[in-house]
């Protein structure tokens, strides 16, 4: 039983591979659904510790360089003691001027990090474009993945088990001596019989790195009968923009299916899907073609040929399937919300479905749908789901239909291992079973996030952020002084700095903290509860440090601690910056998120639409 709605159809048109063509991306996962802590690195990363952008070019690179040169170079300083602090300090910037000025070493850090630079790279010949060392260096990045990967097997199963419990909610009414049958809850739960039950498991190996090819079983029980067959699957991606699928079974009855998706360019695709059920009949065939209309919409009309007679082929067969026309719109945010719309016309195929998602405190995400056509009855469903473990997704859905009846699917995938329950409620629209099955859960589940989920999640959060900080305590304490020593070192060149900009009526800062994203409001910093937590942290001097010709701007990307003259003080949690400037004799403040840029002052743009642009963004990236 596949999951309603026409964005479910939607995306089930395309070659199943997360490697494939490019289409209407899925969002990234939401904050909200895994309250896991921002990932901490230890190494810093280089383009921050030269305050530059990742695309920056190699004059940049040397233009910082030298500037930092004049401040941490251990022959400019004056005592012992600042020798040796310098000189860390000046060996860490001059092995990433190094790195990042060597055009072999640049790809490798850009693509792999510092695991890349510590693993040995077979290097062709020096004379190569940057493209194609790029495609070089991914070559050898994918077969070190194979090596390592070549005895792995996909396995991924899936059972579905019918529950039949229309009984459960019959009413006394219903039975011509209600006396001879139980109607306590026990005894209505004992009237639930298994209906039908399928079971697949398949296991998929990659041949090469555009091959894959999978083997799926399948076994399908009904009333003590039932009958199982094999599929075998070949996925095969001829291009970056050509990607095909072709399964067929290997008992009887035998289907054959050709699924292909090919990207024209970054804003339109198109995919087919072709069927052969029996020989005696020409092939089905289904076209979709979409284009993206804005940056998270995409238009597409589909075509359902159905079954149809070529001369002699397919006249005398009984199979008559409708052809069919469907237009409609999808939308997908980041967020994870998203809508789709879609109009279909045929002969007895004509209806018209829509769907929307989005997404409820508690990581949940809902999904709420209708259809209505010429030939059935308007119908409707909601579907919630949500992260149960870190490897465990649960969820719940709920179909009915006017003039129909009421079916509840449980849902529950860990690891590619999924089990689904369809339980038939009622074989009419009932307002009793839809209100127990739907606002009493939904009450029930609002009153346990507010007094159980939401307590505990902030509590294991904290626990963890305080594992965290006392299992780094070293670390935080030695890369605090290693920032203290390097903002004792700026002291003297910030201050001529300071002098200039204040000459040329510049840009000078009045204030920068660094720290967790909660303790700054709108009416200044909120101090730590804790005496002995230091959340914030005064980084005044390393920010005009980075001023040059009275502007400041600071990359974003990367968090803002591997500034030189910064440090983490939290461990684990959000961090933003808030800078007070002063420019031209007027004073500004802005506030941005540990990873977005900054640039100050502003041309155009005055400093309230400034603020709210950075904070807008910030919580963008945070959805």
């Not at 991914?138 to 009984?167: G, P, T, W, Y």
């Not at 369809?422 to 099955?437: N, Q």
């Not at 070293?474 to 700095?497: G, N, P």
């Not at 903290?513 to 005064?538: A, L, M, N, V």
Request: hydrophobic residues 35%; positive net charge; aromatic residues 8%.
């Amino acid at each position: 039983m596949d999951d309603p709605g026409p964005s479910s159809t939607y995306y089930r048109s395309f070659a199943s591979t997360a490697d494939g063509p490019i289409h209407p991306p899925s969002p990234p996962q939401s904050p909200l659904l895994t309250p896991s802590l921002p990932p901490h690195q230890r190494e810093a990363d280089l383009y921050a510790l030269l305050n530059l952008p990742r695309e920056a070019s190699e004059s940049q690179i040397r233009e910082r360089y030298r500037t930092l040169v004049t401040t941490f170079h251990p022959d400019r300083q004056k005592n012992q003691h600042d020798r040796l602090i310098a000189h860390e300090r000046f060996t860490e910037i001059q092995r990433a001027y190094e790195i990042l000025t060597d055009d072999n070493k640049r790809m490798i850090y850009d693509l792999f990090g510092e695991e890349g630079l510590k693993t040995s790279w077979e290097l062709g010949p020096k004379n190569k474009s940057k493209e194609e060392l790029r495609s070089y260096f991914i070559q050898q990045a994918n077969h070190k993945k194979i090596l390592e990967l070549e005895n792995l097997v996909k396995s991924k199963s899936e059972i579905e088990l019918v529950l039949d419990s229309r009984a459960v909610f019959l009413p006394k009414s219903f039975w011509k001596d209600p006396s001879i049958v139980s109607h306590d809850p026990i005894s209505r739960l004992g009237r639930v019989r298994p209906g039908r039950s399928i079971i697949k498991h398949s296991f998929e190996v990659p041949l090469k790195d555009n091959l894959q090819v999978s083997i799926e079983g399948q076994a399908l029980s009904r009333n003590g009968k039932g009958g199982s067959n094999i599929l075998g699957t070949i996925k095969y991606q001829f291009s970056p923009r050509l990607w095909i699928e072709f399964s067929s079974s290997a008992l009887q009855p035998r289907v054959g299916r050709l699924k292909g998706t090919y990207t024209v360019d970054e804003d339109q695709y198109i995919t087919w899907n072709i069927v052969q059920q029996t020989l005696g009949n020409p092939p089905q065939v289904g076209v979709t073609y979409g284009r993206r209309l804005y940056s998270d919409s995409t238009g597409f009309i589909s075509y359902e040929s159905g079954s149809y007679s070529l001369g002699s082929w397919g006249s005398e067969s009984p199979l008559s399937v409708p052809s069919s026309l469907s237009v409609g719109v999808t939308t997908t945010r980041r967020n994870g919300t998203g809508w789709t719309v879609q109009t279909t016309a045929g002969l007895g195929a004509s209806r018209l479905a829509a769907d929307w998602s989005t997404k409820i405190p508690g990581g949940l995400k809902l999904k709420f749908g209708a259809e209505v056509g010429l030939s059935s009855s308007p119908a409707l469903f909601i579907n919630a789901d949500g992260k149960l473990t870190d490897n465990t997704r649960g969820g719940v859905l709920l179909q009915c239909e006017i003039g129909g009846g009421i079916i509840m699917k449980l849902k529950f995938n860990r690891l590619g291992q999924r089990i689904s329950i369809p339980i038939l409620l009622s074989e009419r629209l009932s307002p009793t079973i839809l209100f127990c099955s739907t606002v009493l859960p939904s009450i029930t589940y609002l009153g346990a996030y507010r007094y159980i989920i939401l307590p505990n999640k902030k509590k294991r959060l904290r626990e963890r952020i305080n594992e965290l900080r006392e299992e780094n305590k070293d670390f935080i304490l030695q890369k605090k002084h290693e920032a203290l020593d390097a903002v004792s070192l700026m002291e003297r060149e910030v201050e001529k700095k300071i002098r200039t900009e204040r000459e040329r009526n510049g840009l000078i800062i009045v204030s920068a903290h660094y720290g967790s994203s909660s303790s700054f409001t709108s009416r200044g910093i909120k101090q730590s509860e804790k005496e002995d937590e230091e959340e914030i942290i005064d980084v005044t001097i390393p920010v005009q440090a980075l001023v040059q010709d009275s502007k400041l701007y600071i990359p974003g990307g990367k968090g803002k601690f591997n500034i030189i003259g910064f440090w983490d003080p939290c461990i684990g949690e959000n961090k933003s910056l808030r800078v007070r400037y002063l420019f031209r004799g007027k004073l500004h403040e802005v506030t941005v998120g540990d990873t977005i840029s900054l640039r100050a002052p502003v041309k155009g743009m005055c400093l309230l639409c400034y603020f709210t642009y950075a904070r807008k963004k910030e919580a963008d990236l945070l959805e």
